[in-house]
């Protein structure tokens, strides 16, 4: 059995990508989520899903990244975000989920950013 390339990968992340984006925009969705759950945006104000572009970036192995910043900021006091996730753009269907380092306290007011190129993605 044959190891699959790094181009096919590069190829295939990319075919992933350009399949959940949205049509219109061509940009993925990202939310946050507080142990697994969404953070419901119709209770706590300003958790609305945000709009960015992801890459595919080199070769071995390639990866995907954001090009665009992430950000967020609490209209109310939300639960603490402990990950972040990226959508489906047709769908509610989480392709990739991402905990954080540490649990983000989201009291009114708060602005949490995910900044240019921070987030990465590997098939290996």
Do not use: C
């Not at 070769?59 to 603490?80: L, M, S, Y």
């Not at 991402?98 to 290996?124: D, H, R």
């Amino acid at each position: 059995m044959s190891a699959i390339t790094d181009f096919s990968k590069h190829l295939m992340l990319t075919a992933l990508l350009t399949a959940t984006r949205n049509l219109s925009t061509l940009k993925h969705r990202a939310v946050p989520l507080h142990n697994g759950v969404l953070i419901d945006p119709a209770i706590y104000l300003g958790a609305d899903a945000q709009v960015f572009d992801l890459h595919v970036y080199g070769h071995n192995p390639p990866a995907v990244t954001n090009t665009e910043v992430i950000q967020w900021t609490a209209i109310n006091n939300w639960p603490t975000i402990t990950e972040i996730a990226i959508l489906n753009a047709g769908s509610q269907d989480v392709l990739v989920r991402a905990t954080l380092p540490s649990p983000y306290l989201m009291t009114a007011g708060s602005i949490f950013t995910v900044p240019i190129n921070s987030w990465e993605i590997a098939l290996v």
